[in-house]
């Protein structure tokens, strides 16, 4: 058993070999530029994008190929998404609709576009995490360009009902975004069953490589187009410039490929470890799941630890790789947005921590990382 144990996997996962080894050739022997249409290593370049983009489309229940524009990961995807429709939707309105909860690559941009005179409404959720949806209805109004919830909660994995979800969304005539870097490659994702007009998502998250993600654009009903962000030389149909990174495209397509292949077994057997984990930490008196009674990510698990102060209790957690699900800032710890607007106290915010397990966590870690964490708590509540 090696230390740190990873349980990190929703920040993000090692490239998984074989999705390097796709990759590979694509440095050296086959370098050439996918925009370079005048000899073979630019053909064979543009060929393996083009193959790429028609294998995640497919997985992701796209209608076609053309609606998938690369970026250089969800977090751009998202800055294209959101100010790309505030931009060229200016005419029809300026409101748009997210929630408490989101990414902060959501919500930042969202207080960006609230500086340029747009009106962003950020929906609260209850102590599971979930909207209330009569509370949506009521929200969007006839300047509503756009509801952005995320498909998956990155701290606690709490699940949205997107169907639901988008039924309201359209009635109202408006699109649909969902940030789905936590579920693409974990869930079934189709766009068109799940209603989403415009999806994010990262190759990072789901064993493939940093540095490159995706924004889906619906063509057709209702047909989701975005104002472009960068600019210079008219790639990806013109919405996003620049030279497109084909190793990581390759293994981003071949990473998803692989989550789609063994999904089912993996999502099984991650979901008994997480409850493994999840049966053993709850032996500890005074903890609490944060999220539970929702629908969850099979790998996700978001403890909060009573009197236990939240910076010693990462300093004792060592021999385990876990986020505080607080954000750090100027050597002072924080509660999560997240967790606190789920109602969860601050003391008990910042003495939380979010497990999420992947493809190369065992059961021998899992029980392992249970001893660790009661002795921890143990030794700092000083019984």
């Given at each position: 058993m090696k230390f740190p144990i990873y349980l990190d996997y929703n920040a993000t996962t090692p490239v998984d070999p074989r999705v390097l080894e796709k990759m590979l050739p694509w440095f050296t022997e086959k370098f050439g530029n996918a925009a370079s249409n005048t000899h073979p290593f630019g053909w064979a370049a543009e060929e393996a994008v083009k193959m790429a983009r028609e294998s995640l489309a497919q997985n992701i229940g796209a209608d076609s190929p053309d609606e998938i524009v690369f970026t250089s990961g969800a977090t751009e995807a998202i800055n294209l998404a959101l100010k790309g429709v505030a931009e060229l939707y200016a005419r029809k309105g300026n409101h748009l609709i997210t929630v408490a909860t989101e990414h902060k690559a959501v919500l930042d941009t969202c207080k960006y576009l609230e500086k340029t005179g747009h009106s962003v409404t950020y929906l609260p959720v209850d102590k599971r995490g979930l909207i209330d949806l009569e509370a949506l209805r009521a929200a969007i109004t006839d300047q509503t360009l756009l509801v952005a919830v995320m498909y998956a909660n990155n701290e606690t994995g709490v699940i949205h009902p997107l169907r639901e979800i988008a039924e309201i969304v359209h009635e109202k005539g408006a699109l649909f975004m969902s940030d789905a870097t936590q579920a693409v490659g974990k869930l079934p994702v189709d766009v068109n069953a799940d209603g989403i007009d415009l999806m994010t998502f990262s190759g990072h998250k789901m064993y493939g490589p940093k540095g490159v993600g995706g924004l889906y654009l619906r063509k057709r009903r209702p047909r989701a187009v975005v104002a472009p962000q960068i600019h210079g030389g008219g790639h990806e149909h013109g919405f996003r410039s620049g030279?497109?990174?084909?190793?990581?495209?390759?293994?981003?397509?071949?990473?998803?490929?692989?989550?789609?292949?063994?999904?089912?077994?993996?999502?099984?057997?991650?979901?008994?470890?997480?409850?493994?984990?999840?049966?053993?930490?709850?032996?500890?008196?005074?903890?609490?799941?944060?999220?539970?009674?929702?629908?969850?990510?099979?790998?996700?698990?978001?403890?909060?630890?009573?009197?236990?102060?939240?910076e010693a209790l990462i300093m004792a957690l060592k021999q385990l790789a876990v986020s505080t699900g607080s954000a750090c800032t100027s050597a002072i710890m924080e509660p999560s947005h997240v967790l606190s607007a789920m109602g969860v106290a601050d003391d008990e915010a910042i003495a939380s921590v979010r497990f999420s397990l992947g493809r190369f966590n065992t059961g021998a870690e899992i029980e392992h990382a249970i001893d660790h964490v009661k002795a921890a708590v143990k030794r700092l509540r000083g019984n």
């Open positions: 030279t497109l990174n084909v190793p990581g495209i390759v293994g981003m397509s071949e990473a998803l490929q692989l989550c789609q292949d063994g999904m089912a077994v993996e999502s099984q057997r991650l979901e008994g470890l997480r409850d493994q984990l999840q049966a053993g930490i709850l032996e500890i008196p005074g903890t609490r799941v944060n999220g539970l009674g929702a629908n969850r990510l099979p790998n996700t698990l978001n403890v909060s630890f009573e009197q236990v102060e939240g």
